[in-house]
């Protein structure tokens, strides 16, 4: 791993994950998701990750909605903009890609392999729903997997690849840095990586930081100085799991698309309280805050400016 002087802080704004009958602090509509990204990049986040919702919160892959959001966050800051290819199980992938490869941001989400993601067991913890299609959504995780075969990462490392746009490698288990590998070998992905280990989604792996620790020494293995690594777990966990990955001389990610919580008990009012906790942590343990610039020198970006003149991301 490249142990970079500076922390780059990823905030992943809203996701697809959490239901808004869980919080009344998740960003919804285009407006809330930017303003609350542009929050978090006050507070010291370098990268900001997006999804989209429609006002309601459900999870949409509509190009335009992204494009309102980061038209809002490229106007009123230099952040690097991390525009998701996940999005949904739901979603197919045509959907998932299409607000990437119409921005053409410096920066977009690649999970590396296809996989249970299941977040049914909300339904046991919410006992009142704000909207009809809130229920049938999470319980529809325990039955449905998240696709991504080998031909789609292919596919998408080129066409996004072509376009200038750089991948933030979401690995939920340790076959996926071997995946990673193979398209290394195949020249399709091309150093210095960033490898987002994530752990405690129900399907991946589990979040015990021996885990991680055993994550980053398989990709030291595979991979030498040539990546960059960052973690986050879900929920509780959020923020041991920075620390920690800070204290290897890593990276971190918060947001409340990975935790709703600010604490034991505690509701997480926003992205920015979270960025502004881990910010204290990764100080305390001697290192620097990494600015919008740093993580693109980090992580060999393009710029802000799109590839071939496109829309601005």
Not at 261 to 274: C, I, K, Y
Not at 278 to 301: C, F, K, N, Q, Y
Request: aromatic letters at 8%; one cysteine or more.
């Amino acid at each position: 791993m490249h142990k970079a002087r500076k922390v780059v802080i990823t905030t992943a704004v809203t996701g697809s994950v959490h239901v808004p009958s869980q919080s009344p602090h998740l960003p919804l509509s285009a407006q809330q998701v930017a303003e609350s990204a542009l929050e978090a990049v006050e507070a010291g986040s370098a990268v900001v990750h997006l999804h989209a919702r429609r006002p309601d919160g459900r999870p949409t892959a509509d190009p335009g909605v992204f494009e309102e959001i980061v038209a809002r966050i490229t106007a009123h800051s230099d952040a690097v903009i991390n525009i998701t290819t996940g999005g949904a199980s739901s979603m197919t992938m045509e959907e998932r890609l299409a607000a990437a490869l119409r921005l053409r941001p410096e920066l977009a989400s690649m999970n590396m392999g296809t996989m249970n993601f299941v977040y049914s067991g909300i339904a046991d913890k919410v006992s009142s729903w704000t909207y009809d299609w809130e229920k049938p959504y999470v319980l529809n995780t325990y039955s449905r997997p998240f696709v991504n075969t080998f031909d789609s990462i292919e596919q998408t490392l080129r066409t996004l690849g072509r376009a200038g746009t750089r991948f933030e490698y979401e690995c939920y288990d340790i076959g996926h840095l071997y995946s990673l590998a193979h398209f290394v070998r195949a020249g399709l992905a091309e150093p210095p990586l960033l490898i987002q280990g994530v752990f405690g989604v129900l399907g991946g792996i589990g979040a015990d930081h021996a885990h991680l620790e055993h994550m980053v020494h398989t990709a030291d293995r595979l991979f030498g100085d040539d990546y960059h690594f960052s973690a986050f777990a879900a929920g509780r966990d959020q923020l041991q799991f920075a620390t920690h990955s800070a204290w290897l001389g890593g990276h971190v990610r918060v947001g409340l698309e990975d935790s709703l919580w600010a604490g034991r008990g505690r509701l997480a009012r926003s992205n920015a309280e979270q960025v502004r906790a881990v910010r204290a942590t990764v100080e305390d343990l001697g290192r620097e805050i990494a600015a919008p610039a740093d993580a693109r020198a980090m992580l060999g970006l393009r710029g802000a400016a799109p590839a071939d003149g496109g829309t601005s991301a």
